[in-house]
C-alpha cells in the first residue's frame, strides 16, 4: 500500500471511531437517564401502569435491555447467556413490558447493565459495516448492518426516555433531562403551575373560536 493510500485507510478508520464513539455516547445517555427516572421512587411506583397502555417505569427498563441483547446478539448470531423467558413461544407479547412479583429493581437494573456490556462489547469489536441479519424484521430489510442498528437502538431507547419522563411526571411531578442537567426553563413548582395555567387557557380559547 502506498504512503498515500495508508494515511487515507488510518483517516478512515479514525473518522469510523469517532462516528461510533459518538453514536455509543448518545446511547449510553439515553441508558443512564432511564435508568435515573427511577431514583427515589417506591417498589409500587416504579412498577405502577399510569396509562392505559400500561406503560410503567421498570418495564420500560426490562424492554430495553431486552431489545439490546437481540439486535446486538441474536441479529449477529451471539447467544445471550441467560433465560429470556418473556421470549418463550407461549409468553404474552408484552411480557417484558413489566417487572413480575418476583424480579426486584435491583434485578432488572443489573439485567440491563449486563445488556450494555454485552452490547458494548460487539459494537466496540466491529466496523459499523459488520453485517447483522434481524430475524423479526421484514424478510426484504431484515439484512442489515451494525451501523443501522446503533441508531435504531439509540433511536428506541430515547423515545423510551420520554415514555419515562412523561410517567415520572404523572407519579410525582419528577421531570429532567439527566441527574446532571435537568434542562428545564425551572425548578420551581410555582413556575410550572402558573405555566400550566397560561397553556391550558389557551387551549380552551382555541377550542371556542
Partial sequence: MSPAADAGDKLSRMAEADEKADLLRYLQIARDALVWKLDGLSEYDVRR?????????LGLVKHSASVETGYFGDAFGRQWPEPRP???ADAAIDDDMW??????RDD???FYKRAWAFSDEMINANAL?????VPWWPEERRETSLHRLLVHVTAETNRHCGHADIVRALIDGGA???ADNSNLASDAADYWESYRRKVEQAARQAAGR
Avoid at 49 to 57: F, I, K, Q, R, W
Avoid at 99 to 104: F, I, K, N, V
Avoid at 129 to 133: F, Q
Wanted: charged share 15%; no cysteine.
Fill in 176 to 178: 429532567g433531562l439527566r
Fill in 49 to 57: 401502569p399510569m396509562v392505559p397502555t400500561g406503560t410503567n417505569l
Fill in 108 to 110: 432488572i437494573v443489573d
Fill in 129 to 133: 459495516d459488520a453485517v447483522a441479519s
Fill in 99 to 104: 417487572a413480575t412479583p418476583e424480579e426486584s
Fill in 86 to 88: 418473556w421470549l418463550a
